[in-house]
């Protein structure tokens, strides 16, 4: 029961906000605050509660090695996606629209999985539903970025839809091979937290902080902006 609700959790805000972008208008200013609230939240729960808890027990040396790897895979990830993860939606040319836009999709794709690694813990046997509230925060714009995306290139409603779905199980992928893996007794996954762990702060690291500070006018923030990222660092406080 605990997998299926954590596949749920992780699906259907995907679902829910890819769908109706494709067929209503989202408020640009809106979609930035959100933005801006997902990326403040995932930073403060790497901070306070990922960093602590992989390097508990770890391999020190390891986790650092993977925090840098994260950050910069998320690098290579960007040059595939566009930085579509971050929410952005670049403008397209007419003959860019006439072009499905595989490489995005693939790095997106790529990038929700690894996000997913971490939900499991094959070390205490549990659910991390911290993190899983900070990729449904984090994953809702993307997913309003993706459907304009699909929508600019006049991708047809049932591609929309099968591609959306597609993307709302990359992340619950991730976590089921985290599970089998973890309660598969005849691997040695002592290595595995540390690796996983490390790989997802890095890339929370760079996309939050990516989100944070390139996201705002002539690097200025304003007052709602702020409200909103702290809120995040009040919600990943009082969660985690």
């Known amino acids: 029961m605990p997998l299926l609700n954590s596949i749920f959790y992780l699906s259907a805000p995907i679902l829910l906000f890819g769908s109706l972008t494709y067929f209503i208008k989202i408020n640009q200013t809106k ?97 991390n539903y911290k993190i899983m509230l900070g990729l449904a925060l984090h994953n809702t714009p993307i997913a309003i970025a993706f459907a304009t995306l699909l929508k600019d290139h006049h991708t047809h409603s049932i591609k929309v839809i099968a591609l959306l779905v597609v993307f709302s199980l990359m992340a619950p992928f991730g976590l089921l091979t985290s599970y089998f893996l973890g309660t598969n007794s005849t691997l040695n996954l002592k290595e595995f937290m540390p690796i996983a762990y490390g790989l997802v702060i890095g890339i929370f690291l760079h996309i939050s902080t990516v989100i944070m500070f390139e996201g705002s006018e002539n690097h200025k923030y304003n007052l709602p902006k702020i409200l909103v990222m702290l809120l995040g660092v009040f919600l990943a406080f009082i969660i985690s």
């Open 31 to 127: 979609l930035q605050l959100l933005l801006a609230l997902s990326a403040s939240y995932i930073f403060s729960v790497a901070i306070m509660h990922l960093l602590p808890e992989a390097y508990e027990h770890q391999n020190h040396k390891l986790v650092g090695l993977f925090i840098v790897i994260g950050f910069c895979l998320q690098l290579v990830i960007d040059t595939f996606s566009s930085g579509i993860e971050h929410g952005h939606v670049h403008s397209h040319t007419a003959t860019c629209k006439n072009h499905f836009p595989f490489s995005i999709i693939f790095g997106l794709m790529f990038h929700s999985f690894l996000e997913g690694l971490p939900l499991y813990n094959s070390i205490t046997n549990t659910f």
